[in-house]
């Protein structure tokens, strides 16, 4: 199976057409908004219909994002259907297997071309006018074909495609930027904590099951930064979930309630946080016992299998996250500032038994699916932030991000910089790269500080 992963010079040229008035897109300088020094965040980045939409145009359509894993296509043909912010696209194998995307809306009038989750297929048709695009995205068949002008080309008309694909240990990510930062360029220091997910096993990681998908209320900011940053919140939120897992029925002991850990800071937004604690690993028993861990200190190293293995949590920027011990990967997709879905796919290592991956899948779906006992927990906090945060004087109090400010450093242990387990310090780097990025124009803007209304193609 390839991926490609090549930059072209030049975004599809049907993009952007025809050009817009300026006075469409105007933008928001969002530097007041965010203070990552003083560690105080405006709640109205997560309530503004305007700051969403601009989101759109400068976080989405220009950073990398999780789009499917390698293991749900095995054949040509074989497809699966996303998002990309709001924008829907497909995911298919195409004769030569390679992996393909493509914006999801036929160029005709529009329409979902494919409105299945998944499947397999030789031709995507749509159901409007029977306009059909081969697997490669070329413009096929168009009925009554002959009424069009003569200088109609069905060259003109191919699907509109995700210029930048690539790969990094089964994940599929995107980017609608035709020239973007290389993926694991993008990552940087990120990949070492991802490893300690997506490597354990020489064979790799597969997805087990379908997608479960669950709509929230609440900006879904607000997940990817928890995720991110967030381990303050476990002993409070998660206190019944604690004591349901715990082998007393009373909670875990105090050493681990109050575990050491790190929490991984990078300056593209991504971040990770884990527990340090011998301990600490909440996992399925069959999973624990399958695991040779020398073995697995020999491949990853003492400090990840002691670390980022654990009961952690992370976010690469800006809304694919995952939880290493449950195997649980999922996408924040936004639906509105005050709308999150949620899909999560379950991953094991493709060398598991049978046995054991059902296990795992059990165990993601106690704890972490749409009727997980930590899920539950979560999705309340979000949607109750969110459901007051319209109110005026609400919206006009601040939010306190000012936990572990000054503690980053380079600890020697791991990879980039550092913080305390609990602290703010991914928090605080999450909306700092946000707002550069909100504030700085994007590519379908030719980089033109003076045109920030301009369309993509203009």
């Known amino acids: 199976m390839s991926t490609e992963d090549s930059c072209p010079s030049k975004a599809n040229p049907a993009i952007g057409r025809l050009p817009r008035p300026a006075s469409m897109n105007t933008n928001v300088d969002v530097s007041t908004l965010v203070d990552t020094d003083g560690g105080m965040i405006d ?101 009554n074909e002959q009424a069009y002008p003569e200088n109609f080309d069905r060259k003109d008309w191919s699907l509109i495609d995700v210029p930048s694909l690539a790969t990094y240990k089964g994940l599929i990510f995107g980017n609608w930027d035709p020239n973007a930062e290389p993926l694991e360029e993008s990552l940087g220091d990120m990949r070492y904590y991802m490893d300690a997910m997506l490597d354990r096993d020489p064979e790799g990681t597969e997805v087990m099951g379908g997608v479960m998908k669950w709509e929230l209320e609440g900006n879904w900011k607000l997940a990817a930064e928890q995720f991110a940053t967030d381990w303050y919140h476990v002993n409070m939120s998660h206190a019944s979930a604690l004591m349901v897992m715990s082998p007393t029925g009373r909670g875990p002991k105090a050493e681990i309630a109050a575990t050491p850990g790190r929490q991984f800071v990078a300056p593209n937004g991504h971040g990770a946080g884990f527990p340090t604690h011998p301990k600490s690993r909440f996992d399925a028993g069959p999973v624990h016992e399958y695991y040779d861990y020398p073995a697995l200190r020999e491949r990853l190293g003492d400090a990840a299998v002691e670390g980022p293995m654990t009961t952690g949590h992370a976010t690469v920027f800006p809304n694919f996250s995952y939880l290493p011990v449950n195997g649980s990967i999922r996408v924040w997709h936004p639906k509105g500032p005050d709308k999150i879905e949620v899909w999560a796919w379950i991953l094991v290592d493709k060398s598991m038994p049978d046995e054991v991956k059902d296990a795992q899948r059990l165990y993601n779906l106690r704890t972490f699916g749409p009727s997980g006992i930590f899920e539950a927990d979560d999705g309340e906090n979000w949607s109750e932030v969110q459901a007051i945060s319209h109110g005026f004087v609400t919206n006009s109090v601040p939010l306190n991000f000012q936990m572990g400010i000054g503690s980053e450093r380079n600890d020697g242990v791991y990879p980039g910089q550092t913080s305390e387990l609990y602290s703010d310090a991914a928090g605080r780097s999450f909306y700092k790269h946000w707002a550069g990025l909100m504030n700085t124009p994007a590519w379908h803007e030719q980089g033109a500080q003076g045109q920030q209304g301009q369309q993509p193609g203009q």
């Open 43 to 143: 709640r109205s980045i997560y309530t503004d219909r305007g700051i969403y939409g601009q989101e759109m145009r400068r976080v989405f359509a220009r950073s990398w994002l999780f789009l499917a894993h390698e293991s749900q296509f095995k054949k040509p043909g074989d497809f699966f259907t996303t998002f990309m912010g709001e924008d829907p696209v497909i995911v298919t194998m195409d004769k030569t297997k390679t992996i393909r995307a493509y914006l999801n809306s036929c160029r005709h009038r529009g329409v979902r071309l494919c409105r299945a989750d998944a499947g397999a297929t030789k031709m995507f048709t749509c159901t409007y006018h029977g306009w059909s695009f081969d697997l490669a995205g070329a413009l096929q068949s168009v009925p």
